[in-house]
T-cell receptor, first 114, second 113 residues
């Protein structure tokens, strides 16, 4: 119930293409869903986040789509660039208790080919 | 500014050593976190401090001892570690404890020999 399942494990996209990473969860008490981008040897950087009261959020080339009934959310990277090559983690906040605990997916390694 | 700083960047220690990791944020955040990350894995939560009080300990071995001296500073004291404790140790902070944006530091790469 506490898991967040992320797919695919790895992804290769051509420059200019669309990268799509999917996550699914079981716990309906989750109410905050961030995405993190991590480059080798660096800490995760918050990319974009969504709450269940909206179905989509866009920031620049990055869009989160959220399907509450299906308990799924996804990250779309438009016009993918080689600089986007990194590992991406989805996450969900753990309720109850408002502890701030994040449950992470297993990660997706994205490679954007020039 | 959403900067969380961590020192040192790299640390090599023997199994009998005592060392400390330091984390600092000046964003006025009231929740701070320690995570451990192994290669090609997601971060794993270790501890949560809420308003300078330990609120979560994810059953972490006692050889890891956290400390929050003030609202801006978080330490992780290390003693008698094992080689399997080698990992990237990440600090994060958020405005409040709860479902808010967490900002991570660059991490300390720890190697236990």
């Amino acid at each position: 119930q506490q898991q967040v399942k992320q797919s695919p494990q790895s992804l290769i996209v051509q420059k200019g293409g669309i990268s799509i990473i999917n996550c699914a969860y079981e716990n309906t008490a989750f109410d905050y869903f961030p995405w993190y981008q991590q480059f080798p040897g660096k800490g995760p950087a918050l990319l974009i986040a969504i709450r269940p009261d909206v179905s989509e959020k866009k920031e620049g080339r990055f869009t989160i789509s959220f399907n509450k009934s299906a308990k799924q959310f996804s990250l779309h990277i438009m016009d993918s660039q080689p600089g986007d090559s990194a590992t991406y983690f989805c996450a969900a906040s753990n309720q109850p208790g408002n502890t701030g605990k994040l449950i992470f997916g297993q990660g997706t390694t994205l490679q954007v080919k020039p | 500014d959403t900067e969380v700083t961590q020192t040192p960047k790299h640390l090599v220690m023997g199994m009998t050593n005592k060392k400390s990791l330091k984390c600092e944020q000046h964003m006025g955040h009231r929740a701070m976190y320690w995570y451990k990350q192994k290669a090609k894995k997601p971060p794993e939560l270790m501890f949560v401090y809420s308003y300078e009080k330990l609120s979560i300990n994810e059953s972490v071995p006692s050889r890891f001892s956290p400390e929050c001296p003030n609202s801006s500073l978080l330490n992780l004291h290390l003693h008698a570690l094992q080689p399997e404790d080698s990992a990237l140790y990440l600090c994060a902070s958020s405005q409040e404890p709860g479902p808010y944006e967490q900002y991570f530091g660059p991490g300390t790469r720890l190697t236990v020999t």
